[in-house]
């Protein structure tokens, strides 16, 4: 899961539906991406960091991994 990123879109007031929009992709698409099910393109990446520049992509990005 993308916890950070899934923060500061929160914190953006951010909506998954309008970050969907933003990238081009459905909702569904976007939630599959945050939830680390799908991976995100380059493109999408730096779409992302392009909305949120006070963000370095490394932290943005970072994968928190699941505990089984």
Known sequence: ?????????????ITNKAY???LGITEKTVWNKLQGKTEFTLGEAL??????????MDYVFAMEEKVA
Do not use: F, H
């Open 1 to 13: 899961m993308y916890k950070n990123l899934v923060e500061i879109l929160k914190r953006k007031g």
């Open 47 to 56: 779409k992302t960091c392009a909305l949120m520049p006070e963000y370095k």
């Open 20 to 22: 969907a929009d933003y």
